[in-house]
C-alpha cells in the first residue's frame, strides 16, 4: 500500500534536493556566520542568498527579511513587538476569531494585561467583517492582525481592501499578516496591501521544520523578544540555523508557482466533485471560489467523529487532519469551525484534505472510494442514536 | 569516609520460616530497580540491607528504591570504622549541613548494636552531643521536636546519617503471585493494578484495542501508564487485545442499552484466558461503585459472572478524589488525562441500563453467533509488549 498523503497544510516531505544541501551544510560547510574565518564567511553567504531570494520573491528589501526558528516565533516576535513599541501611543489591537494560535494567544495575553482587544466575527465563508473592521480602528489602535490564508478552511482574505481600511483610518496602525499557509503558494503584494509585517514558514512548502521568518518594513524598529549575540541585525540573536537555510534557498528556487496552482485548482475540483456524489449529508467548507485556497478543502459529514474518520483512514494509508494539527490534540471542536458557524451535528465529522505538488488525481479517487466506505460504517453506529 | 544506602525492610521481617524467600525476592527486586546504575554491591547484614554505588548516583537509587514496596525505610548514611576520633569528624560533617540560619535544634539517637564498643548508647548521645554543642555555637539540643537528628548506629563499623526516607512498605512484588489487569487507560486502572502490586502481586496488563476507533496514541497512552506502574511493580508484560471487530459485532447485533456491558464482559472473558495461559490467578479491574452506568452493584455483578477467577477491585469503596490522590501520587494523573479516546468511549449507548438482568444480558449476547471464533481470533492477534520501568 503507498502512501497518500493529503495533511500538507499541517507539514510537507522536504525536496530531495534541499536535504542534500543540508547534509553538505551540516557535514562540511558547518561554520558559524558569525565566525572570522573563511568558513563563516561561507555560511554567511549561504544565509544571505536565502534571504535575497525571499526578498526577491516579495519584492522587498533584503534587509527587511529576518530569520526565525519558524511561524510561532514569527507572529509572537512581530505581534509582541508592535505592541511593546507602540502601547504608549494607543491601546487597541485588532485580529479576528479564526487566526492560528500562535497569534489569538498572544492577542489573549494582551487582553488579560489590560489592552483593549478586537476579535473580528467572520461570516460563513470565513471572511471579516469590513464594517466592524472600519468601525473599530480608531485613534487608539495601534496593531491590526489578520492572516492571510485559513488554515483550517482555506478561506483567502481580502488583505488589500483591509490594508487600505487600516492606512485610512490611522497612520499609526501597524498592519501584520500571518502569511504561514499562503508564503510561496500564492502571490503576497506587501506594496499594494499596505503591509508592514509578515510572518511565513519554511516547512509548510517542503522546506524544513524549525525555520521561519518574517517581514518588517524598513524603519520600523521593532523592539527584539530575544537578546544576545546579536545576530540578524540585532532583532533575532541566536546562531542561524545556516543548514535549514540553505536547503530553503533551494525549495525557493524550485518553486515553480504556475504549475502548482494548476494543479491544486484541478485537484480541488475533482475532489469536490467526487465527495459529493460519493457521501451523502456532506458539507464542503472551502468552496471553489477566487477568495479560498486551492490547496485546502475542509469538508463536515454528518453524524461522523472525524477523529474516528481520520484513523479509519490512516489504517489505509491515508494521512488527512481533523481540523487543523495544532486544535485536533485538543480533542474540543475548533474556533475557526464555530466561527464559521458549521451545524453542531457537523462540526465535529470535520476532516481537512490538503495537498502538495506531489498529489494526484489517483489519490484522490482512492481517498474518496475510502472516505465513503468508513462514513457508511461508522454511520450505521451513530445513525441509530 | 564512606556513603552507603541503608535500606530496612518492614512487614517480611516479620514473617517465620519462609522469611529468607521473601527478603531473596526483595533483593532481585532491589537489584532490577537499579538496573541502569554501575557498580552497585548489595550486602544482607542484621535486619538490613547495604548498598554500595557511585556517589553520584546515591539520589538517583534513592529515588528508585523509594518505589520497591517491601522497604519500609531508607538513609544515606555515611560509614567509618566504630573509633571514637572518626565518628565525631563525620558527626560534624553532618551536623554542619543541617544548620542553618540562627539557631538549630538537634539531638543524638546512638544505638550500641556491638556491644563490645566501650560506650552505652545514652553515653554515646551525651559524648557526641556535648561535643556537637561545642563545636557550632548556634546549635541547641531539643529531645522531643528536634529539627534534626542524628542518627548513630554502632555495628561492624559506624554508620551515622540524619535522615530516613519512608518505603513504600508492602511485600515484595512476586511473593503474592501475579493477576491480570484490565487497564483501559483511564485514572482508576493504574491505580488499582499498583494498589495490588503493592501487596507483593505481580502484574500483567490487558488492553483492548479498537483501532481505528481509537488512535495509536490511546495505546502509546496505555503504554506510557504501564511504564509509571511498573516502576512500583516491575516488569510488567501488557497484552494489547484487538477488539475492534467484537465491538462493531455488538453494536451491531445487540440493543444498545446492553452494548456497554456485553463489552464489558467480553473483555473479562478475554482476560481471564490470557490470565490463565499466563499463570494468572486473578483479574484487576479499577472499577469504583456507582461512578459510570457499567458499575453499578447491579451491573457489577453481571460483569462479574463472565468470569471464574476472583475479581479484585481495590478502588470499589474510594470517592474519586481519593483515587486522584493516588494516581498523582504514582505520577500517571497527568498521562491519565490525556485526552484521547479509550475504547469505551466510542460506542456509549444514549441510555445504559444501569439495573440489568443477566437473564436478559445472555440473550443479547447469544445473538452474536460468531463470538467464540471472534475471540480466538482476538486472542490469536494479541500483541505483547514488555514494559519495563520508566
Do not use: W
Not at chain 1, 287 to 312: T, Y
Amino acid at each position: 500500500m503507498s502512501r497518500i498523503y493529503f495533511d500538507n497544510s499541517a507539514t510537507t516531505c522536504v525536496d530531495d534536493e534541499a536535504i542534500d544541501i543540508m547534509t553538505m551544510y551540516h557535514k562540511d560547510l558547518y561554520g558559524n556566520p558569525s565566525s572570522l574565518h573563511r568558513m563563516g564567511v561561507e555560511a554567511e553567504k549561504a544565509v544571505e542568498e536565502c534571504r535575497n531570494k525571499i526578498a526577491e520573491m516579495l519584492s522587498v528589501k533584503s534587509k527587511e527579511i529576518y530569520f526565525t526558528s519558524g511561524g510561532t516565533e514569527g507572529n509572537n516576535m512581530l505581534i509582541r513587538g508592535a505592541v511593546e513599541k507602540n502601547k504608549r501611543i494607543g491601546n487597541r489591537i485588532i485580529t479576528s476569531k479564526i487566526e492560528h494560535p500562535s497569534v489569538l494567544e498572544v492577542f489573549r495575553y494582551y487582553e488579560s494585561q489590560g489592552l483593549d482587544v478586537i476579535y473580528l466575527d467572520v461570516d460563513e465563508y470565513g471572511k471579516i467583517d469590513f464594517k466592524k473592521l472600519e468601525e473599530s480602528i480608531n485613534g487608539d489602535t495601534i496593531l491590526v492582525s489578520i492572516m492571510m490564508i485559513n488554515n483550517e478552511t482555506g478561506a483567502i482574505q481580502d488583505l488589500k481592501r483591509i490594508g487600505e481600511l487600516v492606512k485610512k483610518n490611522s497612520k499609526k496602525t501597524l498592519f501584520h499578516s500571518d502569511c504561514v499557509q499562503s508564503f510561496g503558494k500564492s502571490v503576497i503584494d506587501i506594496n499594494s496591501c499596505n503591509l508592514d509585517m509578515l510572518t511565513f514558514s519554511a516547512h509548510k512548502l517542503h522546506g524544513p521544520k524549525g525555520l521561519g521568518g518574517v517581514y518588517i518594513r524598513q524603519g520600523l524598529n521593532l523592539p527584539p523578544l530575544i537578546l544576545g549575540g546579536g545576530q540578524e541585525s540585532g532583532f533575532r540573536s541566536g546562531t542561524e540555523n545556516v543548514a535549514s537555510i540553505a536547503g530553503f534557498t533551494k525549495v525557493l528556487q524550485n518553486i515553480d508557482m504556475k504549475s502548482n496552482t494548476d494543479r491544486f485548482v484541478s485537484l480541488k475540483k475533482y475532489f469536490i466533485s467526487k465527495v459529493a456524489s460519493a457521501v451523502d449529508e456532506v458539507i464542503i467548507n472551502s468552496p471553489q471560489r477566487d477568495d479560498f485556497a486551492d490547496f485546502i478543502i475542509s469538508i463536515s459529514l454528518k453524524n461522523v467523529k472525524g477523529e474516528i474518520l481520520l484513523h479509519a483512514l490512516e489504517k489505509k494509508e491515508i494521512y488527512v487532519s481533523t481540523g487543523s494539527a495544532c486544535s485536533s490534540k485538543k480533542n474540543r471542536t475548533s474556533h475557526v469551525l464555530e466561527a464559521i458557524n458549521i451545524p453542531r451535528d457537523y462540526i465535529e465529522g470535520t476532516l481537512r484534505v490538503s495537498f502538495s505538488k506531489h498529489n494526484t488525481l489517483n489519490e484522490i479517487d482512492k481517498c474518496i472510494e475510502a472516505l465513503a466506505e468508513e462514513t457508511s460504517k461508522i454511520r450505521k453506529f451513530t445513525r441509530r442514536k | 569516609m564512606e556513603k552507603i544506602i541503608l535500606i530496612r525492610y518492614g512487614e517480611i521481617g516479620l514473617k517465620g520460616l519462609n522469611k529468607h524467600y521473601f527478603i531473596d525476592v526483595l533483593i532481585r527486586n532491589i537489584k532490577d530497580s537499579l538496573k541502569s546504575l554501575k557498580n552497585k554491591k548489595i550486602e544482607k547484614i542484621q535486619g538490613r540491607f547495604i548498598i554500595r554505588l557511585a556517589e553520584e548516583d546515591i539520589h538517583r537509587a534513592c529515588e528508585a528504591l523509594k518505589k520497591v514496596f517491601g522497604i519500609a525505610s531508607i538513609s544515606v548514611a555515611s560509614v567509618v570504622e566504630k573509633d571514637l576520633e572518626n565518628i565525631k569528624e563525620v558527626a560534624e560533617i553532618l551536623t554542619e549541613k543541617e544548620c542553618r540560619g540562627d539557631e538549630t535544634t538537634f539531638k543524638v539517637n546512638a544505638r550500641r548494636g556491638d556491644k563490645n564498643f566501650p560506650m552505652t548508647s545514652p553515653e554515646l548521645n551525651g559524648y557526641l552531643g556535648g561535643h556537637l554543642l561545642k563545636t557550632f555555637p548556634n546549635l541547641k539540643v531539643d529531645v522531643h521536636e528536634p529539627q534534626f537528628t542524628l542518627f548513630v548506629e554502632i555495628r561492624e563499623k559506624a554508620y551515622l546519617y540524619t535522615e530516613i526516607i519512608p518505603g513504600k512498605n508492602g511485600l515484595p512484588v512476586g511473593t503474592g503471585g501475579k493477576a491480570a489487569l484490565l487497564i483501559s487507560g483511564g485514572i482508576d486502572s493504574p491505580v488499582a493494578g499498583y494498589m495490588i502490586a503493592q501487596r507483593g502481586v505481580e502484574l500483567m496488563g490487558v488492553h483492548f484495542h479498537s483501532y481505528p476507533y481509537t488512535s495509536e496514541r490511546a495505546k502509546d497512552k496505555v503504554v506510557k501508564l504501564m511504564e509509571k506502574v511498573a516502576a512500583y511493580s516491575g516488569r510488567i508484560k501488557l497484552f494489547v487485545v484487538p477488539f475492534t471487530d467484537i465491538q462493531l459485532a455488538i453494536g451491531e447485533f445487540c440493543e444498545e442499552k446492553y452494548s456497554t456491558l456485553i463489552m464489558r464482559r467480553y473483555m473479562m472473558k478475554i482476560a481471564s484466558e490470557l490470565a490463565v495461559k499466563n499463570g494468572a490467578l486473578a483479574l484487576i479491574t479499577g472499577e469504583s461503585i456507582g461512578q459510570v452506568a457499567s458499575q453499578t452493584l447491579e451491573s457489577l455483578a453481571v460483569t462479574n459472572a463472565a468470569t471464574d477467577l476472583p475479581v479484585f477491585r481495590p478502588v470499589i469503596g474510594m470517592d474519586k478524589h481519593a483515587i486522584i490522590d493516588i494516581a498523582n501520587e504514582i505520577d500517571t494523573f497527568e498521562t491519565s488525562i490525556l485526552p484521547y479516546e479509550d475504547c469505551c468511549t466510542i460506542f456509549v449507548p444514549k441510555h445504559p441500563q444501569t439495573k440489568p438482568k443477566l437473564e436478559y444480558v445472555l440473550k443479547e449476547e447469544s445473538k452474536l453467533k460468531d463470538i467464540d471464533e471472534m475471540i480466538s481470533e482476538a486472542i490469536d492477534n494479541t500483541e505483547i509488549i514488555t514494559i519495563y520501568p520508566k
